[in-house]
Every structure is written in structure tokens, then in C-alpha cells.
């Protein structure tokens, strides 16, 4: 019996192991990789959950508009600077970017961050006639939105 086919069903067996060993490999990065996704996903959405904000009082002096904010949750909002502001004239919603933080009362607890309990005040300018709407919305998705007195 010759030896070629003894060494070429070695070499066959080989690579059989090598492509496996590849395969299986992958699989369990690609695997690995979902599973830190889902568990990312699932952090955000109990976060979410946890967020609550109420616009307690919305008043206009000028064209100056100011929104007193109340964090209604038990999730702190770390990102103030993250929130966005909208305000609705003649039923049409406007994006403005144009506010600035007046105070966050009390603020012992993680100076700078709206943390549960704490009251965010909110000074948004505005331009035109005045706004009947207002919605404040956070980082993550949760809003509040309350009629201007």
C-alpha cells in the first residue's frame, strides 16, 4: 500500500479541523458580540423605564420662556446639556436650541445633574409670536409637555 493516500487524508482531516476550528470561532465572536448588545439594549430600555420628568410651571416674561422641570423618577438625568426643547406655535412644533439652564434646585447631590426629586429650571429664548406649547425631552427618549400660561 502506497503512502500518498495515508498522507493526503491527513492532510484532508487537517484542514477539516482548521476550517471547523474557524468556523466555531467566529460563531462564538459573532455570538459574544449580540449578547453584549442585548444586554446594552436591555440596560437602556430599564434606564428609560426608571426616567420620569413633569413640567411643573411654564411662564413667558418677554421672549424669554421658562420651564420649571421636576425630575419625577428614581433615574438620575446625567446629561443636562443632552435635552432637547420644542416648542409648539400655531400648532406647528419648533426645535429650539436656544436654552440655557437658570438652576437646579435642590442640587447637593451630583452637582450639575437633575437627580430625583430636583427641579430643573429652564430659560428658552424665542423669536415670533408667543408659544401655547412646550415639551421638554431627555437624552433617552422621555418627554414631558405642558400648555404656556
Do not use: C
Not at 102 to 121: K, Y
Amino acid at each position: 500500500m502506497s503512502v500518498g493516500p495515508l498522507i493526503a487524508s491527513g492532510i484532508g482531516v487537517i484542514l477539516l479541523v482548521a476550517t471547523a476550528y474557524v468556523l466555531v470561532g467566529g460563531t462564538l465572536a459573532t455570538t459574544e458580540v449580540m449578547v453584549e448588545a442585548q444586554n446594552s439594549l436591555v440596560v437602556q430600555q430599564e434606564i428609560r423605564m426608571r426616567t420620569a420628568i413633569t413640567i411643573q410651571d411654564a411662564t413667558i416674561e418677554g421672549q424669554t420662556l421658562y420651564v420649571d422641570l421636576k425630575n419625577t423618577g428614581s433615574e438620575p438625568i446625567v446629561d443636562v446639556a443632552a435635552i432637547d426643547v420644542y416648542i409648539y406655535r400655531d400648532g406647528t412644533p419648533h426645535y429650539t436650541g436656544d436654552w440655557t439652564v437658570v438652576d437646579i434646585s435642590p442640587d447637593d447631590i451630583h452637582p450639575g445633574m437633575l437627580d430625583p426629586g430636583e427641579t430643573l429650571f429652564l430659560a428658552v429664548r424665542f423669536e415670533g409670536s408667543s408659544p401655547g406649547y412646550v415639551q421638554v425631552v431627555t437624552g433617552n427618549g422621555v418627554s414631558s409637555s405642558a400648555y404656556v400660561r
